[in-house]
């Protein structure tokens, strides 16, 4: 079936240092989108790829879709405890619906 | 208003009973979804509504019947649960059902069933 891998599952990083999570399809995506959950809350989208290679920025977050469209990168630079939480991908497949990554939690090391 | 409303926040039912959860959004989006959130897992997708109408059904076992009463609202009832079935139950919506829209989330509702 249509899986979205995403690793590493967890990353515990010194405040002000970098975080990278990746994501891996096992198809094509149509587009893919990130959500981000904090701890006890609910997943909030941050941002949607729809194009082969591209790349969008939002403040310290960079975001990256694959050449092929099977992949995607989640950049965070100079780590804030403000980010802490669970980030997850989301891959349109084109059959009306999101498949969720298996997510990657970050915890903040102040 | 861009919230998705979810009630109740918390549940305790036994395994005989039957409740209902609720879920509201007043953004005129026409696509609405039922997740399933166990501990430290991805959101599990249960049913997509697409203009009040069930468009996907992911296998979900039948003491979980969902319902649309209007394009606001989404309903979840549920009856005869397993002590498996407690997780947070995630409701959301999206302008349509087309995947190139974002989908707002409510806060959800915990579930325990004993």
């Known amino acids: 079936g249509q899986q979205v891998m995403q690793i590493p599952q967890y990353q515990h990083v010194q405040e002000g240092e970098d975080f990278t999570t990746y994501c891996n399809s096992s198809t094509t995506l149509s587009n893919i989108q990130w959500y981000k959950q904090r701890p006890g809350g609910h997943p909030v989208f941050l941002i949607q790829?729809?194009?082969?290679?591209e790349v969008k920025k939002q403040k310290r977050l960079t975001f990256q879709f694959g050449e092929a469209k099977k992949n995607s990168s989640l950049h965070i630079t100079a780590t804030q405890t403000t980010d802490v939480g669970t980030y997850f991908c989301a891959g349109d497949f084109g059959n009306e619906k999101l498949t969720f990554g298996t997510g990657t939690r970050l915890t903040i090391i102040p | 208003d861009t919230e998705v409303t979810q009630t109740p926040k918390h549940l305790v039912m036994g395994m005989t009973n039957k409740k209902s959860l609720k879920c509201e959004q007043h953004?005129?989006?026409?696509?609405m979804y039922w997740y399933k959130q166990k501990a430290k897992k991805p959101p599990e997708l249960m049913f997509v509504y697409s203009y009040e109408k069930l468009s996907i059904n992911e296998s979900v076992p039948s003491r979980f019947s969902p319902e649309c009463p209007n394009s606001s609202l989404l309903n979840l009832h549920l009856h005869a649960l397993q002590p498996e079935d407690s997780a947070l139950y995630l409701c959301?919506?999206?302008?349509?059902?087309?995947?190139?829209?974002?989908?707002?989330f409510g806060p959800g509702t915990r579930l325990t069933v004993l």
């Open positions: 959301a919506s999206s302008q349509d059902t087309t995947g190139y829209n974002e989908q707002f």
């Open positions: 790829l729809v194009k082969s290679g």
């Open positions: 953004m005129g989006h026409r696509a």
